[in-house]
């Protein structure tokens, strides 16, 4: 039987003590009954936290300072899971697999155990099958984006709270029952004050336009063999999206366009509807509504939603002046290598032509230093056929 834990105590584990994880710890512990265990790998995480009295704080749009102590902060899985109830993975998707790894071992075995991630891209529920297979009792699900932007961290510290989604979308493997769904809204539905929605088919989170296309068209855009700064630093340190030039814009809506000739091709393979997988622009425009003060051309929904206001590209100092990128970044380690390459293998499956992609996702991995035939190894060799069974 599955249980919805309502009323009760509710144990919440969050993997990953970046900028999503800290900012998730602070607005949980707001809520009553709600026990939080922020789970790190960089061993003076729990350090830096009691240096600074135990306590995390939320800087919020709105000038207000939220604080929280969390109940634990940890680098040890089997501390951090013995008693979970819900598992949020918000470490990037290049070290999605040794966490997964670290923590299995330490899940209870006599409960649901609702094991996610945030944002749950990257074929994320795929990997999951494979490092769960052995156990049945845990839920697998994702998060079709974060619940909030989220910035400027200090760890074990504080972090600030930019826009947040006015909807939450969430999907579970095809191996879920109506039941366990059933259970994990309401689970969800107690963390989050936005609505939550669940989705038919995992392929909504992995198929929606997000960071992979987004980020990897503004680095060619701006870097790129056509862009201003093509093999030169840049001079000054600019914003992913006050500064995304027309050519990244121009780039982005032609990988959107491409991404939905893959939603298309996969409503006609599979018999799967794919509704909320909506074109980038309108996705943009319905998570952050009244944020954008001008919604007339992709361009312009970038460059004048304020819940993208402000956000730094990941920039080193070049030995001769100005700036690079940070290629070991997760928008290049995560976006490219894992999710741009993942449209690129779910496109030769299906035999559906995605030159755009094609192009700035050879392009990066180049930049990278890294071969387009390293793909994640999850993606089940049998796919198609297994789906259309």
């Not at 249980?3 to 999503?20: F, M, R, Y």
């Not at 000054?236 to 366009?257: K, S």
């Not at 990128?325 to 449209?343: N, P």
């Amino acid at each position: 039987m599955i249980e919805t834990l309502s009323g009760q105590p509710l144990n919440v584990v969050i993997c990953g003590a970046g900028k999503t994880g800290h900012l998730a710890t602070v607005l949980f512990k707001q809520l009553p009954d709600v026990k939080v265990t922020l789970l790190g790998s960089h061993p003076r995480l729990p350090e830096a936290y009691q240096q600074h009295g135990k306590r995390l704080h939320a800087l919020l749009p709105d000038g207000e300072t939220l604080t929280a102590t969390p109940d634990c902060v940890t680098c040890d899985p089997a501390e951090a899971c013995r008693d979970a109830d819900v598992v949020i993975i918000t470490v990037p998707a290049n070290f999605r697999a040794d966490l997964l790894a670290r923590i299995v071992p330490h899940l209870p075995n006599d409960k649901p155990v609702y094991v996610g991630a945030i944002p749950g891209f990257c074929g994320f529920d795929w990997l999951a099958e494979r490092e769960l297979a052995a156990r049945p009792n845990v839920v697998i699900w994702g998060m079709k984006d974060v619940a909030h932007i989220a910035f400027d961290l200090l760890p074990g510290q504080s972090i600030k709270m930019g826009g947040e989604k006015a909807t939450l979308y969430v999907a579970t493997h095809r191996r879920e029952t109506a039941a366990s769904q059933q259970a994990l809204m309401a689970l969800l539905q107690r963390l989050y004050a936005a609505p939550v929605v669940l989705l038919p088919d995992y392929l909504e989170i992995t198929l929606t336009p997000g960071n992979p296309i987004m980020h990897s068209a503004v680095i060619y855009g701006l870097i790129g063999p056509y862009g201003q700064w093509h093999a030169r630093p840049i001079s000054q340190p600019l914003c992913w999206w006050n500064d995304c030039p027309e050519l990244g814009a121009y780039y982005l809506e032609r990988m959107d366009e491409e991404n939905q000739r893959l939603c298309a091709a996969l409503e006609t393979r599979l018999g799967v509807r794919l509704d909320s997988v909506l074109p980038l622009k309108q996705e943009i425009i319905d998570a952050y509504g009244d944020q954008i003060a001008d919604a007339h051309t992709m361009l312009s929904v970038l460059r004048t939603n304020q819940a993208y206001h402000g956000i730094g590209l990941p920039l080193r100092k070049h030995d001769a002046g100005g700036y690079v990128f940070d290629t070991q970044h997760r928008v290049f380690q995560e976006d490219i290598a894992y999710g741009l390459s993942l449209l690129v293998t779910i496109a030769e499956n299906l035999a559906v032509s995605v030159p755009y992609i094609e192009e700035v996702y050879r392009w990066c991995s180049d930049y990278m230093g890294t071969s387009t035939q390293d793909r994640p190894d999850y993606f089940p060799p049998h796919w198609l056929t297994d789906e259309m069974n």
